[in-house]
C-alpha cells in the first residue's frame, strides 16, 4: 500500500484487522441464518456470539505453518470459542469469506472515492461560475486558436467529472455482491437461501451465478472506472502545469509565502508540484486496468492467479486515487487566476485568433471560401512576421477593404460575440450540481 499517501479513512478500509472484522461477521452471520432453520442449537450460537475473537498477531502466527490465511483464521476462533466453533465455516469455502468481505471493503472504498468526488465537484463548478467571463486564448496543438473562458474550461471538467461519478456509482454496484454458494457455487451444502439472507444482513446482491469465486468482471468494472477517473484529474493537472509556465503564467497553484518553498537552489521557484503528482500518481491508478482485465480469466471454476494481484492492486488504487481527490479539491480551491495576464497573453499572436471571424465575413460578402481562406491566411503570416496587429495590416489588403468597412473590420475583432453564448453553456452545470 502507499503508506506515505494514504488518509486514515481508506487505510482503515483496507487494514488486517477490518479485513478479519468482516471475516467474522460473514462467519457469525451465516451460522446465525443456520440456527434460525434450526441447524444450529441456540445454545451454541450465543457461545459464538460471547467468545468469538481473533487477534491478528496470532492469525499470521498460525498462517505461518498453515501456509492457508482463512484456514488460520478459523483456527484462532477455535481457540477462543472451544467446541461450538465446529458450526463456523459449515458447508462454505475459503471465497465465499475472502470476495463476500472484499465486496465490502469495495463498497466502502467506493463510498468514500464519491464523498471526496462531490466535494471536487462543487469546487469546479464554483470555479467555473467565478470564472465565467475570465477571457482567454484557445489553445489547439498549443496554439492560439480562438478566444475562450477559464470558466468554460471548468465547466467541461466539471462535466467530465460528473461523468466519473456516474461510472463509479455504477462500478459500485456491480462490486456490491457477496456470495456463500460454497467450493464450486452449487450450494451443495448450504442452500441458496442462507446466502440470499446473510448477503440481505450485510446489504450486498448475491452473485447470481458464482464459481468458487465471483466472476472478476465486476472488480474490472472498478479498476476501469477509477483509472478514468485518475485520467480525468491528470487532464485538468496537465492542462494547469501548462498555463502555469514562466511563458503563459495565466494561472499557478496556491502557495504559502514565506513559508513554502520551491526549490532547495533557487528561491524564486513556485513549481506546479500538485499538478506534477497528481499527473505520477494517475500512472499507478491506470497501471491497475490491466491487470484487472487480466484477472477476469481464471481456470475453470476458480485458480489464485487474480488474488495476490488483487491484495496490492486494489487497496493502491483506491488509496491513490483518493489522496488524487483530496489533492485536486485543494489545487482548485486555491488556484490563483491571473485574468490580466490572460488578456495579455492574448495580444501576443497580434489578433491572429480572431481569422476565422474575419474568414466568415469575407465569405458573407461574397467571396469564395477558398479565395476568403487563403487572402486570411496570407494576410496572418503578414501579420506575424511583422509583429503587427492584424487589423492594422488588414487595412492594405485589397480584397478585404473593397468588401469591408473600417467599422467592419473593428467589429471583427470585437470580443464579445465570443462571450455571447458562455452564460448558456455555464448554466448547464445547473443539471450536475447537487447531484451527490
Not at 58 to 66: L, N, P, Q
Not at 367 to 377: I, L, T
Not at 417 to 426: A, F, G, K, P, Q
Request: proline share 3%.
Amino acid at each position: 500500500m502507499i503508506d506515505r499517501y494514504t488518509r486514515p479513512q481508506m487505510a482503515a478500509i483496507f487494514s488486517e484487522q477490518a479485513k478479519l472484522e468482516h471475516w467474522l461477521q460473514i462467519e457469525i452471520l451465516a451460522t446465525e441464518v443456520r440456527a434460525e432453520r434450526g441447524e444450529v442449537p441456540a445454545e451454541d450460537l450465543e457461545v459464538i456470539k460471547q467468545k468469538a475473537a481473533f487477534d491478528v498477531e496470532r492469525v499470521k502466527e498460525i498462517e505461518r505453518k498453515t501456509r492457508h490465511d482463512v484456514a488460520a483464521f478459523l483456527d484462532n476462533l477455535s481457540e477462543t470459542i472451544g467446541p461450538a466453533a465446529k458450526h463456523l465455516h459449515y458447508g462454505m469455502t475459503s471465497s465465499d469469506v475472502l470476495d463476500t468481505t472484499l465486496a465490502l471493503q469495495l463498497r466502502e472504498a467506493s463510498d468514500l472515492l464519491l464523498e471526496g468526488l462531490d466535494r471536487l465537484i462543487e469546487v469546479t463548478i464554483a470555479g467555473a461560475r467565478r470564472h465565467a467571463r475570465a477571457f482567454m486564448s484557445g489553445r489547439t496543438h498549443g496554439v492560439h486558436a480562438e478566444p475562450t473562458t477559464f470558466g468554460l474550461k471548468m465547466t467541461g471538467w466539471a462535466f467530465e467529472l460528473d461523468r466519473g461519478r456516474g461510472r463509479l456509482r455504477r462500478a459500485r454496484e456491480a462490486v456490491s455482491a457477496g456470495k456463500l454458494s460454497g467450493v464450486v457455487g452449487t450450494f451443495s451444502a448450504l442452500e441458496p437461501g442462507i446466502e440470499a439472507e446473510v448477503c440481505k444482513r450485510l446489504g450486498l446482491q448475491p452473485d447470481p451465478a458464482s464459481t468458487q469465486v465471483i466472476a472478476r468482471d465486476r472488480h474490472a468494472e472498478l479498476s476501469c472506472a477509477m483509472g478514468i477517473l485518475a485520467g480525468t484529474l491528470d487532464r485538468i493537472a496537465t492542462e494547469i502545469r501548462h498555463l502555469a509556465r514562466t511563458e503563459v503564467a495565466e494561472v499557478a497553484e496556491p502557495f504559502a509565502t514565506g513559508e513554502q518553498k520551491g526549490s532547495s537552489a533557487m528561491p524564486h521557484k513556485r513549481n506546479p508540484w500538485r499538478c506534477e503528482r497528481l499527473s505520477g500518481m494517475a500512472r499507478i491508478v491506470r497501471a491497475g486496468i490491466t491487470p484487472a482485465l487480466e484477472n477476469m480469466a481464471l481456470w475453470h471454476e476458480r485458480d489464485i492467479s487474480h488474488s495476490s494481484v488483487e491484495r496490492v492492486m486494489l487497496p493502491d488504487a483506491c488509496t491513490a486515487l483518493d489522496f488524487m481527490l483530496a489533492e485536486a479539491t485543494v489545487l482548485l480551491e486555491g488556484l490563483v487566476v491571473d485574468e490580466k495576464r490572460m488578456l495579455d497573453n492574448m495580444e501576443a499572436s497580434y489578433g491572429l485568433m480572431f481569422s476565422h471571424n474575419l474568414l466568415l465575413k469575407l465569405i458573407d460578402r461574397g467571396m469564395q471560401r477558398d479565395e476568403a481562406y487563403r487572402v486570411v491566411q496570407k494576410s496572418s503570416s503578414g501579420a506575424w512576421q511583422a509583429r503587427m496587429h492584424l487589423r492594422t495590416t488588414l487595412s492594405s489588403i485589397p480584397e478585404v477593404t473593397t468588401r469591408m468597412s473600417p467599422a467592419e473590420i473593428d467589429d471583427v475583432f470585437d470580443e464579445e460575440r465570443y462571450l455571447e453564448h458562455v452564460d448558456h453553456i455555464i448554466n448547464r452545470l445547473s443539471e450536475i450540481e447537487g447531484a451527490s
